[in-house]
């Protein structure tokens, strides 16, 4: 049996533990009981995870690109097929076994040609050749997919045949790329082809603008948005020399790659590696002096010499390490790497720190990796307490066993919403709090917790010191969405004065009706512009972990918006704001969530007070014209009446319902 468990905290009076109405449950009721649901193993299957550029819109047939990409997913039962269009070869491993070939197969192809025992088990597949097109798994009758266990760092490389892992025995799998991947406990592509040059001249391919295609060939871009890497890997300039590319040639095209890279990656290290030819080595030493004079501090140039030993780590005479060479490459590739991130990481002294610490967590600890945080949480200044900073923040796992436990510091109101029923308010809970007062049944179960906020402070100790499980129980990665959406506003925005504040209002409302997840970078009072009077400017705040501190600033590598929606300028009005620091400010505004979030869709809606409304538009038509297309006005008007306003300002229950009914479809749109 799966069952599912949703925690909220909520800072209003009462007594006693109550049901929350049907009408503020039913998304959530609906959504919890998706994510829990077995998959069943279609190309659309939300429990498959495609690693690489690959190509899903058919809906049917999933085509990765490039070279090294490939899917995972989990699954109950005990015997697992995967669905070939035609003859094709590639490699699949079951429970983390070794890659077993499967060479010209078509149709439905066994991967267990002996039945696994009965349980949990993993799949990943990875294609060489032939039609390359993955058309679903076929389970046992009554199993299904369930969500695999993925890192949450991804690792790009990006060169020619050698990254390739050309020569080698088994390409992709026996390269550089995919073994520092997997000894960094990375997800990781390989943007590389064999002949691919840095610079498009004579006939070659060049990387410098095929690398944001979603393909080796053909001019479709690919979207950003479907994953950020943390560290981009490039090793390019072998196969320039051979096509008459000049020195200023390639330096150019190597200084705008990187600056295009950080465009699309604006949290990732990226490494600029020495050619092991040792081709255009100044001209990419000064690509990288370039870049980082510029203020990108989180470019590096990697000097490969003597990695690999001519006469036994190549294949060849032209540079393509055989997999021995692939071996040590990846051994002195990895640390350098490792270090980089470590280093980019608050209170992390080594890679192999950070990671044991990670490991040391025991099941329903903060710093459990199977917990994940939505929204602004400090997860840093302790490793025992992690606490929620701006309006409806939450977090959410999986967990077996029958009853569960939250170890609160001190007072603080609660909802907990079992397998998706009605949500159970707790009244100043504190101490460990028991949220199965009558056990489950046994099995997997999913939890989300929620400290709700009033005027846009929490109110009460919202501070999460973990989760006390059955003896011998765990947590396990839970499904969740693939898109985020972020509100940025003011009381309106929090949902002051609705029935529930955050819960209830247009933001919370939009992702759950959406299937996204979501965030409220909002606070009551909260204005635009940055005056004298003290009240919070959130074109100062937008970039800062604390609504209420100017330091520290937040870590946007955190997670990646698909979407942002900023409705601020009702509390501007009165303040001795002009109009032209109204639209400077919302310009700037504009400006850092693009640095924020380089692949967001950015909707500036018009105030449902109208205030500001034309240097509103102005903003969004100045950000366009400099080139910014993602960024669209929302005219709000008549929206709202008179009876979906608690006062002549906030929006009531209805009114926050009304505001989901005009702007949810607008973002959809765009979403795709």
């Not at 610079?199 to 979603?214: P, Y």
């Amino acid at each position: 049996m799966t069952t599912s468990l949703l925690v909220w905290g909520l800072s209003l009076g009462g007594s006693r533990a109550h049901a929350a109405s049907a009408s503020t449950t039913a998304s959530t009721t609906a959504a919890t009981a998706t994510a829990t649901a077995l998959g069943n193993g279609s190309v659309t299957d939300s429990n498959i995870s495609y690693v690489g550029r690959w190509d899903v819109s058919s809906g049917t047939a999933a085509v990765p690109n490039w070279t090294g990409g490939y899917l995972q997913t989990a699954f109950t039962g005990t015997t697992v097929k995967v669905k070939a269009r035609d003859a094709v070869n590639f490699y699949a491993s079951v429970d983390g076994g070794a890659d077993v070939f499967y060479a010209g197969v078509r149709g439905t192809v066994s991967l267990t040609p002996q039945p696994l025992p009965q349980g949990n088990h993993t799949l990943r597949i990875s294609y060489r050749s032939g039609d390359t097109v993955f058309q679903g798994l076929v389970l046992d009758s009554g199993a299904g997919t369930t969500t695999p266990q993925v890192p949450s760092k991804l690792i790009e490389f990006v060169g020619d045949s050698i990254t390739a892992g050309a020569l080698t025995d088994r390409l992709a799998l026996d390269s550089y790329g995919w073994k520092t991947g997997e000894q960094l406990g990375m997800r990781h592509t390989q943007i590389a082809r064999s002949g691919y040059c840095l610079v498009g001249k004579d006939g070659c391919t060049g990387l410098a603008t095929q690398f944001f295609k979603i393909g080796s060939t053909g001019d479709q871009n690919w979207d950003f948005s479907r994953y950020q890497a943390s560290a981009v890997v490039i090793n390019l300039g072998t196969n320039d020399i051979g096509h008459g590319v000049t020195g200023a040639e390639f330096q150019t095209a190597y200084t705008n790659l990187l600056r295009d890279i950080r465009a699309k990656y604006p949290n990732a290290a990226l490494f600029a590696l020495q050619t092991l030819k040792k081709r255009y080595v100044t001209e990419t030493k000064a690509a990288v002096s370039a870049r980082t004079g510029a203020g990108d501090a989180r470019v590096t140039y990697v000097d490969t010499t003597g990695w690999l030993t001519d006469g036994t780590d190549y294949e060849d005479g032209n540079g393509h390490p055989n997999e021995s060479g692939h071996t040590k490459f990846a051994n002195r590739l990895a640390p350098v790497i490792s270090a980089k991130l470590a280093a980019a990481t608050p209170g992390a002294a080594t890679k192999a720190g950070a990671a044991g610490k990670a490991a040391a967590a025991a099941p329903g600890d903060p710093g459990d990796p199977n917990i994940k945080f939505y929204g602004r949480w400090d997860t840093r200044s302790s490793a025992t307490a992690y606490t929620p900073y701006w309006a409806g923040a939450y977090f959410r796992t999986g967990f077996t066993g029958r009853t569960v436990k939250l170890k609160q510091r001190n007072a603080i109101d609660l909802w907990a919403s079992i397998d998706g029923g009605p949500a159970t308010f707790f009244d100043e809970a504190k101490g460990t709090v028991n949220l199965t007062p009558t056990p489950l049944s046994a099995g997997n179960h999913t939890l989300q917790v929620n400290y709700q906020v009033v005027a846009g402070s929490y109110h009460g100790d919202a501070v999460f010191q973990g989760l006390t499980l059955d003896s011998g129980a765990t947590t396990f990665t839970p499904s969740t969405p693939k898109k985020l959406i972020e509100f940025v506003g003011d009381s309106i925005t929090v949902g002051t004065t609705t029935s529930q504040n955050a819960r209830t209002a247009y933001g919370w409302l939009i992702g759950e009706r959406l299937g996204a997840d979501h965030t409220q970078i909002a606070q009551g009072g909260a204005a635009l512009v940055d005056t004298a009077d003290d009240r919070m400017s959130l074109e100062q705040q937008f970039t800062k972990l604390n609504p209420n501190a100017a330091t520290p600033d937040w870590d946007f590598s955190r997670y990646q918006a698909n979407a942002v929606v900023i409705n601020l300028g009702t509390n501007d009005v009165g303040r001795g704001v002009t109009s032209a620091q109204f639209q400077a400010a919302y310009s700037s505004l504009l400006r850092k969530v693009r640095a924020a979030y380089p692949n967001a869709w950015i909707f500036a809606l018009e105030t449902f007070r109208g205030r500001f409304v034309p240097e509103t538009q102005a903003a969004v038509t100045a950000a366009v014209n400099s080139g910014d297309a993602k960024v669209s006005f929302v005219d709000t008007t008549g929206w709202l009446a008179a009876d979906e306003l608690s006062d002549s300002v906030h929006p009531n229950d209805k009114g926050h319902r009304t505001i989901t009914d005009r702007l949810a479809p607008i973002i959809s749109a765009k979403l795709g």
